[in-house]
């Protein structure tokens, strides 16, 4: 991965972030100051989170959700917490196919969709803690600047199997992290490289 020396010390930032909301995870979470989150009428809506796990030797974990968001303002996702690595950073890929920290957020327009894929960006989720095998769960709090923090459950979806079967929506205050080993249809695909996208 390539970073400007720029990205890199926002990165740090971005990194301080996540170790506060470390802590500050640990502590059961209302409905994220949205209250009575629904599905279908939630102003900010995650969809289809999933996580490739770290290629050894690394310890580093990609995460990819789509957020739509349903309101006539601009919104903003700021950070993403969670407590399954040291730290998790909010990454887009620019044009030229190199890697940025997105160290003020990333925008989500109003009536907009923002959609963290390979290609387009990602959470990068360093020191992840342990293995991460097919079909767990990994919770994340998403953090919107007027929205609030959204808990969405991520599932993990080894490389070579489609991220299509194991989605999982996030609007829901409940974290619960039963996870239901869905068994995604293998794809024969793409080998994994070492880099994330
Ligand atoms: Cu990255």
Do not use: C, W
């Not at 279908?40 to 290629?55: L, Q, S």
């Not at 044009?95 to 963290?116: F, K």
């Amino acid at each position: 991965m390539r970073l400007p020396f720029a990205a890199v010390a926002a990165g740090v930032f971005v990194t301080v972030l996540g170790a506060a909301g470390l802590v500050r995870a640990a502590v059961p979470q209302g409905a994220g100051g949205s209250g009575g989150l629904t599905t279908d009428t939630a102003p900010i809506v995650v969809t289809g989170a999933y996580i490739r796990p770290p290629v050894p030797p690394t310890k580093t974990a990609a995460a990819y959700f789509v957020v739509r968001n349903t309101t006539n303002e601009p919104d903003v996702l700021q950070s993403v917490i969670t407590g399954a690595g040291s730290t998790a950073a909010l990454h887009t890929i620019q044009p030229d196919g190199s890697m940025a920290v997105a160290a003020t957020g990333v925008p989500i327009p109003a009536h907009g969709t923002l959609r963290l894929s390979p290609g387009t960006g990602h959470v990068m989720i360093e020191g992840i803690y342990g293995k991460l095998t097919g079909g767990q769960t990994v919770n994340m709090t998403l953090q919107f600047r007027d929205a609030g923090p959204i808990e969405v459950t991520a599932t993990v979806v080894p490389f070579g199997q489609s991220p299509t079967a194991a989605s999982s929506s996030g609007t829901s205050s409940s974290s619960t992290s039963s996870s239901t080993p869905a068994t995604p249809p293998a794809t024969p695909s793409s080998t994994p490289s070492g880099a994330h996208s």
